[in-house]
DNA sequence: CTGGTTTATCGTAATTAAACGATAAGAGAA
DNA sequence: TTCTCTTATCGTTTAATTACGATAAACCAG
């Protein structure tokens, strides 16, 4: 009956969403992830390996699993890979999560 | 060396507790009852069987998960139990999640 | 081009989660 | 007591997660 978005069913509310993010955050070394890029501010990569007690494959799936949830975005420079939190998803993440 | 405490460790910054609430709200199912007991403020119980297209067992499985986490509180009256959210914790996970 | 550095992906094994039906346990009603 | 209603738990199957080592891919330095 609108004009445009023939089936936008309110995101804003959309279990979907909330639940893909928090399964992202549920796991400690993600969370610990997050904290980090929190803290640095400067985008970092390599880094988060020596910081986690994790081996490099796993680290590298974390980080994997926190992007396709869409809280950190990954830029590939150089050789290496510079990740930094995705704010509006964050703060999408954190507007649902108040209104529970 | 402190009077008390003798290992508090920071909770405040505690990956693992954070990850364990985002755990448990990492399924579509269960944000959809955390959404739920807010709106209807009261306790409710196996209407949440009704507003999933799960089984009755399946939802069960659910709640004690948001128990476990400590996310809601449960009260058996009568036949029946009530659940309803436990704001404690709710808001140290909003607190921990904002610290993001 | 060759070698070193960095990160992603593949393959795999072990653990955990999700869903269901069936069953048990508890409280009231008849 | 017996029957019904409500909810939790058991047992099981299927699917997803977690972790690792090994390998591939991309980039620079020499």
């Given amino acids: ?21 928090c399964k992202a955050l549920g796991h400690p070394a993600r969370v610990s992830i997050m904290q980090f890029l929190r803290n640095t501010d400067h985008c970092i990569c390599g880094e988060i390996v020596e910081l986690l007690p994790l081996a490099q494959s796993t680290v590298s799936q974390h ?37 529970l």
Avoid: W
């Fill in 1 to 21: 009956m609108d004009k445009k978005a023939p089936k936008k069913h309110d995101e804003s509310l959309d279990p979907e969403f909330l639940a893909s993010v």
């Fill in 63 to 99: 980080l994997k699993c926190l992007k396709d949830a869409g809280l950190i975005k990954g830029e590939i420079e150089g050789p290496r890979t510079c990740y930094c939190v995705n704010k509006d998803i964050l703060n999408k993440f954190l507007q649902m999560a108040g209104a």
